[in-house]
């Protein structure tokens, strides 16, 4: 194979309850993308539509995701990339993950697959640490395995499938106002309370306990986040109005996306998806600023061979 | 029913990643309790053996406990109460737990089982906060409903029961020192690293995720503390000279039980935890501290009926 192209899905990373270890793949939302081998041992990125993104390989999260994994191959295989991007960066649904995990899934598999789904994650993270300078898991892995991802710890790195519930649904809200993931960061103290610790920890076990029982209340109950939530909401204009809407008109739960401005109403069922889509974009449009909004299910299968 | 007599299972909380939410219920190590009503709107304590423990019913948990429940019930029923305490007082394995849950469940059943177990919770912890100063739930939880148990939240009162793996075995060593449980409590910080807060928190995740998928590896990778561990440790002589001797004989996990200053370790079948339980034998035969040794099956019932 000597060209393949992909979908790349959005992610929703944290889940209110699981804080730098949760994520889930989304499947109506992604980018697509096209590589191609070269023979110039050069990675090159021939354009990006969509966003303004660096072209050069060394400030590609793309092309540095590929960097990492052709190191570890001791390969000089270059690849000629396209990215046709559908996920705004610093929407906090996933931009750089998608780029990033899309280009090492896309190249591994014109290589003849070296490396399964998983193996995979490592090197995507690399493309992550050049985006936000922190090599987080919780937007890649879900978008190489698809549904809800566990990254059950970084040293050794070890991530987990979990189940995912047939009626599942997200409502994504992205207000189109600047926040950088590293800005984002900045606003986390890194000292918590141990109660808020025991209550977080307390939600993301019951989350779990949720997933394998298909217990769509119990998940309700556990997207609670008294610890980063009350941190990052203040930098999202509306919030807490945000989400008493979408709980009031049957969200199961409601939180930050990832590092946000991206914020997710988490539904059963596509009625309730509908319902909780239309009462938040009712109230946003009143307010004056410009938003994305997107409904998805959960893609259970991650990044996608398109043809 | 005018009598009953019960068997109240020791049980071992916190289990290293779930500290305050996460308890297990055990199968040969407990006390009997005799309950029978008497006409005097009084509760008596008759007799305990085996425990050097007030007698007084204002300051026995099992007559608090009790107290809790016939004031929800508006009842003035008297019993009188015999307990032969097997499980000591101060040794991390719920003893107090046992004795309040053990004294609710038996007046329950007296008076035609107007709660169920889970409804028990909440009185039994009233005899928990009588002993230790805090109503915690991880011992009385699965005291009551065998197994594991999970306390997702307290406010409101929210318990869960896990999946209980076949093959888990505990083996529990508690060395004879005097540790009680408000002292080992004083010992922790009450404020954590975000970093290790997360850490737990995705242990935690996957060890749950371990249960329901009977992953017994993956269970025994989750038994991690970096944050209670650390500070009680210090309490517990050889601990990790123990705990040591439990991993590389063959054991799971090892960590501390509730807050000490027995511990546990977490096997798999009835051969590794011989294995183990030998191995800590002979490691603590040679240091001059006495100990109690146990090992146990995972009790899925909880607290029962014996005559």
């Not at 050069?42 to 539509?49: N, P």
């Not at 303004?52 to 570890?72: H, Q």
């Not at 070296?114 to 050049?130: H, T, Y």
């Not at 998806?273 to 299968?301: C, P, W």
Request: proline share 4%.
């Amino acid at each position: 194979m000597e060209e393949i192209k992909i979908f790349a899905p959005a992610t929703v990373a944290n889940l209110s309850c699981g804080f730098d270890v949760l994520g889930c793949c989304l499947d109506t939302i992604g980018d697509q993308m096209i590589l191609r081998k070269n023979n110039l041992n050069k990675l090159r990125i021939l354009r990006i539509t969509g966003q303004d993104l660096p072209l050069e390989s060394e400030n590609n999260v793309a092309t540095v995701a590929i960097d990492a994994m052709l190191k570890t191959l001791g390969s000089t295989q270059g690849f000629d990339i396209e990215i046709d991007k559908n996920i705004k960066a610093g929407s906090g649904i996933g931009s750089s993950a998608a780029s990033s995990a899309g280009a090492v899934f896309a190249a591994n598999m014109l290589l003849g697959e070296p490396f399964n789904s998983k193996e995979l994650i490592v090197f995507a993270m690399e493309g992550e640490r050049l985006a936000s300078g922190n090599a987080h898991a919780d937007n890649v892995a879900p978008a190489l395995m698809g549904g809800f991802s566990l990254v059950k710890s970084y040293h050794p790195l070890e991530v987990l499938s979990l189940p995912s519930p047939p009626e599942i649904r997200f409502v994504i809200l992205h207000p189109l106002i600047e926040l950088k993931t590293k800005d984002s960061r900045a606003v986390i103290k890194q000292q918590v309370q141990l109660k808020d610790a025991i209550g977080q920890w307390g939600n993301l076990a019951a989350f779990v306990s949720g997933l394998y029982t298909e217990d769509y209340e119990l998940i309700g109950r556990s997207l609670e986040d008294k610890i980063i939530e009350p941190m990052r909401s203040v930098l999202i204009p509306y919030f807490e109005e945000l989400k008493n809407i979408a709980l009031e008109n049957g969200a199961l739960g409601f939180g930050i996306s990832g590092s946000g401005p991206s914020v997710f109403a988490m539904c059963k069922g596509d009625t309730a998806t509908a319902n909780v889509k239309k009462a938040m974009q009712l109230f946003y449009q009143d307010k004056g600023i410009e938003f994305d909004l997107h409904h998805s299910a959960i893609n259970r299968t991650g990044i996608r061979i398109l043809e």
